[in-house]
């Protein structure tokens, strides 16, 4: 290799993230504008900043800002579209991002123009007002959670749209594609919050149950209300399906149940909630987004705490059954235009757009300590017999003159590392700490734990816990100003449970790092 191109290869090195869409594959050569180097080879893309380029060495991604374009591929700069396409769960794509994009590209100035191939495929045209030169070309496929990972993994799609976690399975074919750690933080965002509530229609007295009735009633051991003596027509989500994944992951797979066979299925969340509304006998689980006529049922603890679904709790992560809406990236360069929608999706205004569409947004709230009565005195009342009387109170007096942030961080199960929700927060605080929004408060990172084992080992681990969360949260906020941030621990351990501590849905809401603020 000639030191020319050795210059390249570690020119390029440099670059490492690819770009988005393919062009018409073409050759060109690309010089340094000192002419130190040049390389030949085949345009695979270019994004409007980045050139992909495939040549004897290899595959090179070289800066455009950096080398002079020569021969018949060359693209026209001033006449670059950017060019993605989401793929993914039709919950998000119909109304909730489109939505988001129109809003975002009438902030830019931009005309939007909606060809539509066929009820699941369209693409949204965005045109400069002012010159009528084409900015970007946004494609939206509808399918599921499953077909857009799918699609990714065929190079149709660059962000996926999902309604659950990816799967092992498709982060080891996604590394396997070379797009990256799909279940690495940096590779998802979480666009809006939802969650899955029981209902039933308003003739049905029903208004409370324990999860492990509902669980019952799901896996078809349980087959009649109480009391009324009535059968219970169950209304599930077609086999699938987004809803039917959700369902099965978060109320039964952990159980190693199925869901009963006699149940009537619904192609989407508002068909199955219109179908509940309208049968007094009818139970089905549905999104808090998609809820329309039915009646909402309070799942409890077998403690008798209630677990109610509100916008607050579906926040803080503070109800179960959280449904996060996430964005999967590839590790490689998306256009300019991408990456800058992506960064507006954390805004005020996208904050809005998400509460209008019927979604959780992800807009931290101050919840006053006398706003917090009914949770403080039945987490009190259920705190663990072996905590001493002093550390409740030591507790109340901590909590005295603050108010809680909805910003909450909790664990995956049996390890230190956060769920999406939580990373998310920890990059939304960090943003708020560099904006100066929390300048001159003080912010306390407060600790809690289960209930199992000795509550001062119980406290250890909760500070332990504390302490990571507040060091990812300053870790992340590179460029706030250290002197004017007031951040301190406290840990409480068992002292102040959210939900009854005698299941794994109940142990994984209590282990959490809570943020309050004065």
């Not at 960064?343 to 006398?370: K, M």
């Not at 409740?392 to 995956?412: I, S, V």
């Not at 960090?430 to 809690?448: H, K, N, P, Q, S």
């Amino acid at each position: 290799m000639t030191r020319q191109f050795a210059g390249a290869a570690i020119f390029a090195a440099l670059f490492f993230l690819f770009a988005s869409r393919a062009v018409q594959a073409q050759d060109i050569t690309l010089t340094s504008r000192d002419g130190g180097f040049s390389v030949e080879g085949t345009l695979m893309t270019f994004d409007g900043e980045f050139y992909r380029v495939d040549t004897k060495y290899g595959e090179l991604v070289l800066d455009g800002q950096g080398v002079v374009c020569s021969g018949p591929g060359c693209p026209d700069l001033d006449a670059y579209v950017a060019d993605f396409t989401f793929s993914g769960a039709t919950t998000m794509g119909r109304t909730l991002l489109p939505a988001l994009l129109q809003t975002y590209a009438a902030r830019r100035g931009l005309q939007v123009a909606r060809n539509q191939r066929d009820d699941r495929n369209f693409t949204f045209v965005l045109t400069d007002a002012a010159t009528g030169r084409t900015v970007a070309r946004v494609g939206f496929r509808l399918t599921s959670t499953a077909e857009g990972f799918a699609d990714m993994l065929a190079d149709q799609a660059d962000i996926v749209m999902a309604l659950r976690e990816v799967r092992d399975k498709e982060v080891a074919l996604g590394r396997d594609a070379g797009l990256g750690d799909l279940s690495r933080a940096a590779q998802s965002r979480v666009v809006a919050l939802d969650a899955l509530v029981p209902a039933v229609a308003r003739g049905n007295p029903v208004r409370a149950m324990s999860i492990e009735e509902l669980v019952t009633i799901l896996s078809g051991k349980q087959a009649e209300w109480p009391d009324t003596h009535g059968p219970i027509n169950l209304h599930i989500p077609v086999t699938g399906s987004d809803p039917r994944a959700a369902l099965e992951d978060n109320f039964l797979a952990r159980l190693g149940l199925a869901l009963a066979a006699t149940t009537t299925r619904h192609d989407g969340d508002r068909a199955l909630s219109d179908a509940v509304a309208a049968d007094p006998l009818a139970l089905g689980v549905v999104r808090w987004s998609e809820l329309g006529n039915a009646v909402r049922v309070t799942l409890k603890g077998r403690c008798g705490m209630p677990l109610p679904a509100t916008r607050q709790t579906i926040k803080t992560g503070d109800y179960p059954f959280t449904a996060p809406l996430l964005l999967y990236l590839p590790a490689r360069r998306l256009p300019l235009f991408a990456r800058e929608f992506l960064e507006f999706l954390t805004t005020s205004p996208a904050q809005r757009v998400i509460r209008h569409a019927g979604f959780v947004d992800r807009q931290r709230e101050e919840i006053p300590l006398s706003a917090q009565g009914i949770r403080l005195s039945n987490a009190i009342a259920n705190t663990g017999p072996d905590v001493p009387l002093e550390e409740l109170r030591r507790m109340n007096a901590a909590l005295q003159g603050y108010a809680r942030l909805t910003t909450t961080f909790r664990f995956r199960g049996g390890s230190a590392e956060l769920g999406p929700q939580s990373a998310g927060n920890t990059a939304a605080l960090a943003r708020a700490l560099e904006t100066g929004l929390y300048d001159d408060r003080e912010l306390v990172f407060m600790g809690f734990s289960d209930g199992a084992g000795d509550w001062q080992v119980n406290r250890r681990i909760s500070r332990q816990r504390a302490v990571a969360v507040r060091d990812a949260v300053r870790a992340a906020a590179i460029v706030a100003d250290p002197a004017r941030l007031k951040m301190r621990i406290a840990a409480f351990g068992e002292a102040m449970p959210m939900t009854c501590d005698d299941t794994e849905w109940g142990r994984a809401i209590n282990r959490r790092v809570e943020v309050w603020l004065r």
